[in-house]
């Protein structure tokens, strides 16, 4: 039978730590703290004490405690770290798996996050950041089924907030004679007992030591720190020589110093005495951990204690993890790291400050995370990207701690090294910046012209993050100076880079001509350097560019190139990247398999090297090939995904494009409301963010949603704002869409020869193009409008043909389009004979796509069809296309001529014969031609 605690952590989300050691003598506390945290009055509940008292230990056993009366989980964020109050909702937002973004404020995205989930946020060690407290409140305000449960030295001073006294573990009582048996219930002395045995295996309570330990316990104040360091000194030590080395500490140990916090005092002593035990070589080294920041690998020490043998080092480290003064941690991946408690690491960095040895330490600190940034840099777009990627992650807060120790101290030569060598990380994992933004901080600190190629870099990273966050006008102007500053210095490769970008930026606002200019520029520059890196990066942005034209075949010839000099190179992100736009050009073509085996493949990539930024918009193109597939749920899931990746991240261009797809799926269903809701939130996106593309689709939606809605002046208005922009910017693709519902429009206003005009510039627009899947639409409202100008052979031929087209796309019409699909059979059956309108509905459907394009081009509306709106009445019910063959037949045309003259078939043509013999009830051409002279036909 499992344990009824580690039964909850199995079925209840959490990210609570395992503990290696057990917690000893906190039972009433766990007890006492969960109940109250169960209560309905308490929101927030704040564990204070010195420390060292156990608070986080204690915290995390309640957490665990209370898995099962929280419905959406329970979640541990270690403060520990952070030395600035905007930074905690960083934190939180880490632990809960949400991204960064930019869009919106963080609070916003973490109130909107939580505002209906039931959790506990455990938030460890407040005392440093106390001004974040105020955050607190804003957040329970706006998520009132969330609970907080805080550690700290001191209460937050908070309104609402509920404090809980951690005091010390229970001491022997020394008054009573005690036994083994008592002194052994004392939680201080288990404690010590079980601390001992870790370092020593044989170590027990004995007669012999037990009044030495309980001695012990009692002189450290109970406090559990103080006795797991003591314990830790059986290892050379006996209980007794502990005490004895406690002894001429009593007055310290029970009262301290009186300059420093009441809170502080017995620890402080504690790590006195646990620094005293130390040799020369040890204090030296334990000093100089003090600059760490969160976790720390034994090479990194070594630098910055200033060792050159490992072996000592080593040595060394092994001891003070044996003093419990530094903690070890084991990776999943097997990696060693280390760490110290925060309380030790202001002990240890104090000492430093003393010794005025703290800048030296830091600026070690600042050229060894220099040296490891540097080391990665070449692996972010090679073979060992992954990995570099991994390792960038694990020092993500040691880097940060470099950067910002150069800029405080004015470092401009480091902290551009640093920015220059982190510019590609930041620009593959922003998220994990902090929310700050380095690269501008570092530019702004050094205006300098020394260091020119470093600058030019620095520059090139900064315009890609501004890109990034929408800050258009400073990406640009970043760009721009990178590309000069490179081209002045001689560096070619981020001449190229930084003009490759301004070419994306350009194609961002639908600037295809200048986009183009930037683009050759670009690959002018990379001729002189042997970087095939760069040059599939130039590449693929060529290709964004034929695409963006609608050629498509000379775009997708681009992104094979591109993809091949990549593998080569090794860039695994930027082979998905370019996977991903040949995934959209195969979409646009309708070669949805391919598009979807590519967005797949692609989102797996990104997947692996935890580039969440475009895994939204994979998952936005795999949604938008379900839906025009007809897989309604699958589409529907993925676009939400999308959307609250992209959300998450501060990503607004896929967020807009997650939008549309949901609009357009919401459309296919018939729900209107809904789809003009996403649509019209989508288009305030796009505009904001000035993507000039995405805002002509989303106008081409809004038409067709009024259009469907009978709406018809708003959505004439809709299309003609999509066909102005789509001629600025070329996008032949979203012009069909356009073009075709202008067309069906003017056709439902009976305004016949203008619909005809339009309807046929968007089938060979499409056709043109290679668009299919906008070809079939196009054909089907030009079908629509034959009908009603009295050619129903025409609109049959032409909906067989697109029935083929689309079962050779697999693009189903939707539900909605299916109703008015099907009205328009009806009519067309009304119109002609079962015969007919299977003869035709064949030919159609097995003409070749070339033929029936033709046909469409020889159709002219009749003038007199724009003033007709009722269709005339023959005599016996003959059909007006059997109206015009009997015409043909009575002035002595062969069939032959008649099918010549009416553009169709032999076949159909005596198919139509046999209808009109039928009607007229005759059975030779002389009669046919007889009835045609009664009734005036000729």
């Known amino acids: 039978m499992l344990d009824p605690i580690l039964q909850s952590q199995l079925y209840h989300p959490h990210n609570l730590p395992a503990q290696m050691t057990s917690l000893i003598g906190r039972e009433e506390e766990i007890v006492a703290a969960s109940t109250l945290c169960q209560r309905a009055d308490i929101r927030l509940l704040t564990l204070t004490g010195p420390g060292g008292s156990g608070k986080t230990r204690l915290a995390l056993a309640v957490a665990a405690n209370l898995l099962p009366a929280f419905s959406d989980g329970v979640f541990f964020v270690s403060l520990a770290p952070l030395r600035e109050a905007n930074l905690v909702l960083s934190s939180i937002a880490q632990a809960l798996a949400i991204e960064e973004g930019t869009g919106q404020p963080l609070m916003r995205q973490l109130q909107a996050a939580l505002q209906k989930r039931h959790l506990l946020l455990v938030l460890d060690n407040f005392e440093q950041i106390l001004a974040a407290g105020p955050l607190m409140v804003d957040l329970l305000v706006a998520a009132p089924h969330v609970k ?120 402080r002593d504690t790590l006195d005495w646990s620094y005293d035990l130390l040799n020369e070589d040890e204090k030296r080294f334990f000093q100089s951990l003090g600059v760490f920041v969160g976790t720390w690998t034994l090479a990194a020490a070594q630098a910055i204690g200033q060792y050159e043998g490992e072996d000592d080092v080593l040595d060394i480290l092994t001891s003070l993890v044996d003093k419990s003064l530094v903690q070890m941690i084991e990776a999943a991946s097997g990696e060693i790291r280390f760490t110290l408690l925060e309380t030790i690491r202001e002990y240890a960095q104090e000492y430093l400050g003393r010794h005025n040895e703290l800048a030296d330490a830091q600026r070690r600190h600042a050229q060894f995370y220099l040296y490891v940034a540097e080391e990665a840099e070449p692996h972010l777009q090679g073979r060992e990207q992954k990995r570099a990627l991994q390792k960038l992650d694990k020092e993500a807060g040691q880097l940060w701690a470099a950067l910002r120790w150069a800029i405080e101290c004015n470092e401009a030569i480091i902290g551009l090294r640093l920015a220059s060598a982190l510019s590609g990380y930041l620009q593959v994992h922003s998220s994990l910046s902090e929310g700050r933004n ?441 059909t007006a296309r059997e109206v015009d063959v009997l015409r043909l037949l009575a002035t002595g045309v062969t069939d032959a001529r008649i099918a010549e003259a009416l553009v169709i078939s032999p076949r159909t043509v005596n198919t139509h014969l046999r209808s009109i013999y039928g009607k007229i009830g005759v059975s030779s051409r002389s009669a046919a031609t007889r009835f045609a002279v009664e009734h005036k036909i000729l």
């Open 148 to 267: 907080m449960l805080v550690t700290s030295r001191e209460m937050l001073h908070l309104y609402g907030e509920h404090e809980f006294i951690v005091k010390p573990l229970a001491l022997p009582d020394h008054s009573n004679a005690p036994t083994l048996e008592t002194i052994a219930q004392s939680a201080s002395v288990a404690l010590f007992v079980e601390r001992a045995r870790a370092v020593r295996p044989a170590f027990d309570l004995t007669h012999e030591n037990m009044h030495a330990i309980g001695e012990i316990c009692i002189r450290l104040g109970g406090l559990p720190l103080a006795i797991e360091l003591a314990a830790a000194r059986v290892k050379l030590l006996t209980p007794k020589e502990i005490l004895a080395r406690l002894t001429h500490r009593l007055k310290l140990l029970t009262g301290g110093a009186q300059n420093l916090p009441a809170r502080q005092r017995t620890l």
């Open 438 to 878: 380095w690269l501008e901080e570092i530019l702004a600190l050094h205006k300098g012209e020394e260091a020119p190629l470093l600058r030019a870099k620095v520059l090139y990273g900064a315009g890609v993050v501004a890109f990034r966050r929408n800050n258009l006008t400073q990406a640009y102007r970043r760009l721009q100076e990178s590309k000069e500053l490179a081209a002045l210095a001689g560096e070619q490769r981020t001449q190229a880079l930084a003009a490759a970008m301004l070419a994306e930026l350009e194609l961002h606002q639908g600037h295809s001509e200048a986009a183009l200019t930037y683009a050759q520029e670009g690959m002018q520059a990379s001729e002189e350097i042997n970087d095939r890196w760069c040059k599939g990066i130039l590449h693929s942005i060529f290709g964004k560019i034929e695409s963006k034209q609608s050629n498509f075949r000379n775009a997708c010839v681009r992104y094979h190139v591109s993809i091949v000099l990549l593998r080569e190179a090794g860039d695994v992100r930027s082979q998905a990247d370019v996977m991903a736009d040949l995934a959209h050009t195969m979409h646009l073509q309708g070669r949805l398999k391919t598009a979807h085996f590519l967005y797949s493949r692609s989102l797996t990539l990104f997947e692996e090297i935890e580039d969440r930024w475009n895994q939204s918009t994979c998952l936005n193109g795999i949604g938008t090939i379900q839906r025009l597939q007809g897989s309604v749920l699958s589409a529907q899931e993925h676009f939400e995904a999308a959307l609250a990746l992209a959300t998450s991240l501060g990503n607004r261009q896929e967020r807009a494009v997650a939008l549309t797809g949901l609009g357009q799926l919401a459309l296919g269903q018939n729900d209107r409301k809904q789809g003009a809701r996403f649509f019209k939130e989508g288009l305030r996106l796009t505009r904001e963010i000035e993507h000039t593309p995405g805002i002509a689709l989303l106008l081409a939606g809004l038409g067709e949603l009024e259009r469907i809605s009978g709406m018809l002046p708003a959505a004439q208005a809709y299309y003609e704002q999509c066909l102005e922009l789509t001629r600025k910017l070329g996008d032949k693709v979203t012009m069909v869409r356009a073009l075709c519902g202008l067309g069906d429009i003017a056709r439902m206003q009976q305004r016949h020869v203008q619909a005809c005009t339009l309807l046929k510039q968007s089938v060979h627009l499409a056709w043109e193009i290679g668009d299919r899947p906008g070809l079939a639409e196009a054909l089907e409202a030009f079908a629509r409008c034959c009908r009603q100008i009295g050619l129903p052979e025409r609109a049959v031929l032409f909906l067989g043909t697109t029935e083929t087209l689309r079962d050779g796309l697999q693009i189903p019409l939707t539900p909605a389009l299916s109703v008015s699909h099907e009205q328009e059979l009806v009519a067309l059956h009304e119109a002609l004979s079962d015969a007919v309108f299977n003869e035709v509905w064949m030919y159609g459907k097995t003409i070749a796509l070339e033929l029936a394009l033709s046909l469409v081009a020889l159709i002219a509306v009749p003038e007199r069809t724009e003033e007709k709106s009722i269709a005339p009445s023959y005599p016996a019910s003959l």
